[in-house]
């Protein structure tokens, strides 16, 4: 197209109004930038696990092979009710904020959280004003409870053998433990805040 439109001396070729155009003129006008969504710091937050974050954010685009997933992508489930409780359907709003097998653990986090699905959607996790750093330490151990509750769902799934809850949370604690101990960040506020000591046990 370009070469029968006659360029004259006052004419020239420009990308999105740029008479200089490079690769990252071309990349930056083609990439789709997504808004950000309001769980977004739940996920990539100072103190996160690669791995909790993943299966965290596989939860919260609702992309987790739950039952009720399953079901609407025409597998075969046999039996649609949720492996740790057995009361109700399984599904992700199901399994991490209203099973009581998570719910148990959830309410161990040494902050209190809003134990609600919807609102962790609407990027709400926290009743009332909480300072960021204690907001990053709550984050990763709701994350690691999801993990760590994906993960026993599954072993569930595959003829593993069932883990109580209050042993699970004995695992989470000692994740978000091993964790923090490794964070220069913590440490630092650790030796201005022996009281801090109170939440990895």
Partial sequence: MLQSCPIS????VLWNGDALV????ILYALRQVSPTVPWCR???????????SFISWLACRNRLLTKDRMEYIEMTV???????????NETVQHLFSQCPYTSLMLRA???PLTI?????????????????????????????????TWKERNSRIHGGQAIPASQLLTSVKRMVREKL?????????LQNDPTLSHILY
């Fill in 109 to 111: 986090c040494p902050y």
């Fill in 42 to 52: 739940f996920l990539w937050h100072r103190f996160h696990i690669p791995s909790c």
């Fill in 116 to 148: 609600n699905w919807q609102n962790w959607m609407q990027g709400s996790f926290f009743a009332g004003n909480l300072p960021r750093f204690e907001q990053n330490i709550a984050y990763l151990f709701t994350s690691v409870v999801i993990y760590l």
């Fill in 9 to 12: 001396t006052n004419d020239a």
């Fill in 78 to 88: 046999p039996d649609p009710t949720c492996l740790l409780c057995q009361n109700y």
């Fill in 22 to 25: 490079n690769r990252t003129t």
């Fill in 181 to 189: 101990y490794t964070c220069a960040s913590f440490k630092r506020r």
